[in-house]
């Protein structure tokens, strides 16, 4: 018997556990960004991100309950590669006053990243009815948001002057 | 004789390699995008898209010239995985009325994390002072955004309507 076409429910599941699987890579990369930061700015930055995003993670098991799916990560190679992009930076550019400028590029990367996938699977459960996976995809999307604004803030104000400072 | 903290310029230089490399990816994977897709319009989309980003590559090859740097790629992880997520949806969402829905949703993955890289770069440049190089790196930016929000349009007028209508 031949298989029935994937529906929309069905992107709209693999959408979720990619993001579960994302947004857990980035709760164990934070601390280790906060770390490297010579910016107590970008340090104080990263760590609230921290603890925002393990709010994502709850909302994200909330999302799961509604469509009654286990939580469950698959992975992801696009934010693999984002994390490893920054862990590089933090390799080479350790001791270097260009650190944090790289750092903040790192970050914004994986902020987009997620404002994307949030973008699409809101659209993708307004369009399924899931008017309570919306709220939540939504309540995130405004913080991932938030949080790319900040870091552009942070880059112009503190981290790029200091890369030059030397 | 120890070697010499990298400086802003080295990470400049750096991500330029990496966005070179994503933007050949992107123009690599642009037609199979517009090929699979189902709605004429969203193909029109991936096929635009691909004459604006070989202006792109063009740009980035001036901004070499800018930093007296030869125009070469290097292996950017991050636009792999973004690419590689876009196929498997090819492969898997073939003949499901989703397709186009899981294609609009890798397409602007794949937008997302230009924008963060042009805005970072951009951001560099600015305090490198390389005022050409500024304007270059606005100008795709500005086409990357514009291609973000012609998505969003698209994913909201016809590819989840389509997805649903089965």
């Known amino acids: 018997m031949p298989k029935e076409p994937k529906q929309l429910d069905e992107l709209f599941h693999e959408g979720l556990k990619d993001l579960y699987f994302a947004e857990k890579k980035i709760l164990a990369a934070l601390p280790k960004m906060a770390k490297a930061a010579n910016s107590e700015d970008l340090a104080g930055a990263f760590e609230q991100h ?9 909302r994200l098991e909330q999302v799961f309950k509604i469509i009654e799916e286990t939580p469950r990560g698959k992975n ?6 984002i994390i490893d992009e ?8 350790k001791n270097s006053p ?4 790289g750092l903040v590029g790192a970050a914004q990367a994986v902020e987009h990243y997620e404002i ?4 699409t699977l809101r659209a993708w459960a307004q369009e399924l009815e899931l008017d ?4 939540l995809l939504q309540e995130t999307l ?3 948001k938030e949080t790319d604004s900040k870091l552009t803030e942070l880059a112009e104000e503190v981290v790029n002057q200091e890369a030059e400072a030397v």
Chains 1, 2 share one sequence.
Do not use: M
Not at 50 to 58: C, I, L, P, R
Not at 86 to 93: A, F, L, Q
């Open 50 to 58: 921290e603890e925002q995003t393990e709010e994502h993670v709850k």
């Open 76 to 81: 992801c190679p696009a934010i693999v590669g």
């Open 86 to 93: 920054g862990e590089e930076i933090i390799k080479e550019y």
């Open 98 to 101: 260009a650190l944090d400028a």
């Open 116 to 119: 994307s996938r949030y973008g």
């Open 132 to 135: 309570e996976a919306v709220s």
């Open 142 to 144: 405004e913080e991932e």
